[in-house]
């Protein structure tokens, strides 16, 4: 059932082209110009007159949901905040019936996340979920929802769920911005026809890098210690590249916006320390650079994310990693890539229970 893979996680990597069309497929109509989500264009006047978005959720699915705050608010300029379940729903939160709770989440079973959801109905917002678990607790509770079609995720560590959930949130990025006029039409359809090609970009990414990262992986297995920066839209994917590298390798890791760096974790780069940097050509590309001089003024061995045939990173830092370029927006489904197989190859040379690492739960039912 591994499909000739030695691993659950490896084979829903390497499902991921699949994955994102399939949670795409029906919704995404290029040739109509249009995005279909009956979820949320039944509740339209709701989510255009929201005052603001409340993003609940937790682990992997709280990255994703991260992403879909700079998404949302970038394009259809509504408010959003992202908030961890647990923190949540224990603090009094403000809610009112002007704002929409969504909810992230793979299982749909997540305790804390479905608590948080009971708190906001109470309050009166709108609730809408964003599960993988067709008919889940998640699903069955909220007024409506979209779900990502990712197929069923064996391997405790989330990968082909939370890409899944980066696309659905920029179609819902997009449509909203639609309908708001928050973009134009041929800005709308420019980026719709990209996002139809991201899954033939991811399968690139893989089949690209990952003898590479197998490389990188062997030099950097022993490693006691990883940080990993990003800015912007891949903030979140630092975050996210040292989660999976923890919890399935046991190497503490952690993941910064790559700005923080000066305020505290530089003190830790020597030439022990490996530091993934996720640089694209986007953004704050010259701010990523410069931090990258810091690193190696320390220093510290730099493996860096960079866009397909950039020179200026590749050049000064000892591992490189190419991506496609595209617009920022979907940058995060392709940096993700390497960090997934990265954290994969490394805890196979530790020779570690991959699918089922110790101490964690494919859902989280308990409080
Ligand atoms: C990490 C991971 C967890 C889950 C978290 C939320 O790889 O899988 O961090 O993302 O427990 O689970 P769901 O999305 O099912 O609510």
């Known amino acids: 059932e591994k499909g000739g893979y030695e691993h659950f996680m490896l084979k829903e990597i390497h499902e991921q082209p699949r994955s994102i069309m399939d949670t795409m497929r029906g919704r995404l109509l290029v040739e109509e110009d249009i995005i279909q989500m009956a979820g949320i264009w039944d509740y339209q006047e709701k989510f255009l007159n929201a005052e603001r978005i409340i993003i609940i959720s937790c682990g992997t699915s709280w990255h994703a949901g991260l992403v879909g705050e700079y998404l949302i608010e970038d394009l259809a300029r509504i408010p959003v905040e992202v908030e961890y379940a647990s923190e949540f729903r224990y603090r009094n939160p403000i809610i009112t019936d002007k704002d929409i709770v969504i909810a992230i989440s793979q299982s749909g079973e997540t305790a804390d996340s479905i608590a948080a959801l009971k708190l906001a109905k109470e309050k009166g917002a709108f609730i809408y979920g964003i599960c993988n678990v067709i008919d889940s607790s998640i699903a069955r509770l909220t007024d409506a929802g979209s779900y990502t079609h990712a197929g069923p995720?064996?391997?405790?560590?989330?990968?082909?769920?939370?890409?899944?959930?980066?696309?659905?949130?920029?179609?819902?990025?997009?449509?909203?911005?639609?309908?708001?006029?928050?973009?134009?039409?041929?800005?709308?359809?420019?980026?719709?026809?990209?996002?139809?090609?991201?899954?033939?970009?991811?399968?690139?990414v893989i089949k690209n890098t990952e003898?590479?990262?197998?490389?990188?992986?062997?030099?950097?297995?022993?490693?006691?210690?990883?940080?990993?920066?990003?800015?912007?839209?891949?903030?979140?994917?630092?975050?996210?590249?040292?989660?999976?590298?923890?919890?399935?390798?046991?190497?503490?890791?952690?993941?910064?916006?790559?700005?923080?760096?000066?305020?505290?974790?530089?003190?830790?780069?020597?030439?022990?320390?490996?530091?993934?940097?996720?640089?694209?050509?986007?953004?704050?590309?010259?701010?990523?650079?410069?931090?990258?001089?810091?690193?190696?003024?320390?220093?510290?061995?730099?493996?860096?994310?960079?866009?397909?045939?950039?020179?200026?990173?590749?050049?000064?830092?000892?591992?490189?990693?190419?991506?496609?370029?595209?617009?920022?927006?979907?940058?995060?489904?392709?940096?993700?890539?390497p960090l997934q197989l990265l954290a994969y190859y490394i805890a196979v040379l530790r020779d570690v229970n991959v699918d089922q690492p110790r101490n964690l739960a494919k859902s989280v039912t308990v409080e």
Do not use: C, W
Request: glycine share 6%; proline share 4%.
């Open 153 to 204: 995720e064996i391997g405790v560590a989330s990968t082909k769920a939370f890409t899944a959930q980066l696309a659905l949130l920029a179609m819902i990025a997009l449509k909203l911005a639609k309908h708001k006029g928050t973009i134009s039409k041929e800005r709308f359809n420019s980026l719709i026809i990209e996002l139809e090609t991201i899954p033939e970009r991811v399968a690139e």
């Open 211 to 337: 003898s590479q990262i197998k490389k990188i992986a062997e030099l950097y297995a022993g490693a006691g210690n990883f940080l990993y920066l990003g800015r912007g839209y891949n903030y979140p994917i630092a975050l996210e590249g040292a989660l999976k590298l923890k919890e399935i390798s046991y190497i503490h890791a952690e993941g910064y916006p790559a700005a923080e760096m000066k305020h505290g974790p530089i003190a830790l780069i020597d030439e022990n320390m490996p530091v993934v940097v996720i640089a694209p050509k986007k953004g704050y590309y010259d701010k990523i650079v410069s931090n990258i001089q810091e690193i190696n003024s320390r220093k510290g061995k730099v493996i860096a994310i960079v866009t397909q045939g950039d020179t200026v990173v590749k050049d000064m830092v000892t591992e490189s990693i190419e991506i496609p370029d595209v617009s920022e927006y979907f940058t995060p489904i392709l940096s993700v890539i």
